[in-house]
Antibody
Framework: QVQLQESGPGLVKPSETLSLTCTVSGGSISTYYWSWIRQSPGKGLEWIGYVFHSGSTSYNPSLKSRVTMSVDTSKNHFSLKLSSVTAADTAVYYC????????????WGQGTPVTVSS | DIVMTQSPDSLAVSLGERATINCKSSQSVLYSSNNKNYLAWYQQKPGQPPKLLIYWASTRESGVPDRFSGSGSGTDFTLTISSLQAEDVALYHCQQYYTPPYTFGQGTKLEIK
C-alpha cells in the first residue's frame, strides 16, 4: 500500500520561502507523476504543480513564478518550494500521486497545515 | 483554465434517500479520440485528505461502495449516492484532468437531514 507523508515547517514568515517534502513509502517514486495540491481555509482545492520521476515539471500558471518542484529518487521523496509567501498562501498542503500526465489523483498524503505569519 | 462549478454548495438528505451533486465544466473534458471524460470525484471527511471515488466520470475506484455512481459527458456531470448512509457525510469535489492546470470544483457539503 502506497503511503505519502508531507513534512516541513508549519509556520513561515511573510516574504520567505515555504519548503515541504513528501516521502513516498510502499512503492517506488519512479514511473508516476507527483503533485502538490493545497486547500485554503474554507476554499476549494488548488493544484500547484507536478514533478515526474525524471525531474520534468509542470506548474499552475497562477503560481509558476514562485514555485519550484524537485524529486530525489534515491530517497523516494519529492519537494516543493514556494517563494515570497504571503498570508494568501496559508493552507493545508497535500502531496498526491497520479498514474499519468492526464490522470486522477489516486493516493494522497494526510496533508500538512502551513501558516504564513510574522 | 477550465472552471469547474458544482451545485448545490450544500445539501441535506435523509438517511436512505438519494443524494445528487452536479458538476459543470467551462469547456468539454471529453477527449474524442478515446471517448473518455477526464473527470473525477473525491470525498473528503473532516481532517482527512480527499479520497478518490470515481474516475473517467463513471468508473468506481476499487473498494468504493456501489451506492456511489457517476454519470454525464462533455461538460455536465453528476455524482449520485443511491441510499445515503451516515458515513457519507462529507465534502465532495469534482476535478478535471483533461488539461493542466488541473482544476477542482468549489466543493459540495453533504449533510444528514
Amino acid at each position: 500500500q502506497v503511503q505519502l507523508q508531507e513534512s516541513g515547517p508549519g509556520l513561515v514568515k511573510p516574504s520567505e520561502t515555504l519548503s515541504l517534502t513528501c516521502t513516498v513509502s510502499g512503492g517506488s517514486i519512479s514511473t508516476y507523476y507527483w503533485s502538490w495540491i493545497r486547500q485554503s481555509p474554507g476554499k476549494g482545492l488548488e493544484w500547484i504543480g507536478y514533478v515526474f520521476h525524471s525531474g520534468s515539471t509542470s506548474y499552475n500558471p497562477s503560481l509558476k513564478s514562485r514555485v519550484t518542484m524537485s524529486v530525489d529518487t534515491s530517497k523516494n521523496h519529492f519537494s516543493l518550494k514556494l517563494s515570497s509567501v504571503t498570508a494568501a498562501d496559508t493552507a493545508v498542503y497535500y502531496c498526491a500521486r497520479s498514474l499519468g500526465l492526464y490522470s486522477r489523483f489516486d493516493y494522497w498524503g494526510q496533508g500538512t497545515p502551513v501558516t504564513v505569519s510574522s | 483554465d477550465i472552471v469547474m462549478t458544482q451545485s448545490p454548495d450544500s445539501l441535506a438528505v435523509s438517511l436512505g434517500e438519494r443524494a445528487t451533486i452536479n458538476c459543470k465544466s467551462s469547456q468539454s473534458v471529453l477527449y474524442s479520440s478515446n471517448n473518455k471524460n477526464y473527470l473525477a470525484w473525491y470525498q473528503q471527511k473532516p481532517g482527512q485528505p480527499p479520497k478518490l471515488l470515481i474516475y473517467w466520470a463513471s468508473t468506481r475506484e476499487s473498494g468504493v461502495p456501489d451506492r456511489f455512481s457517476g454519470s454525464g459527458s462533455g461538460t455536465d456531470f453528476t455524482l449520485t449516492i443511491s441510499s445515503l448512509q451516515a458515513e457519507d457525510v462529507a465534502l465532495y469535489h469534482c476535478q478535471q484532468y483533461y488539461t493542466p492546470p488541473y482544476t477542482f470544483g468549489q466543493g459540495t457539503k453533504l449533510e444528514i437531514k
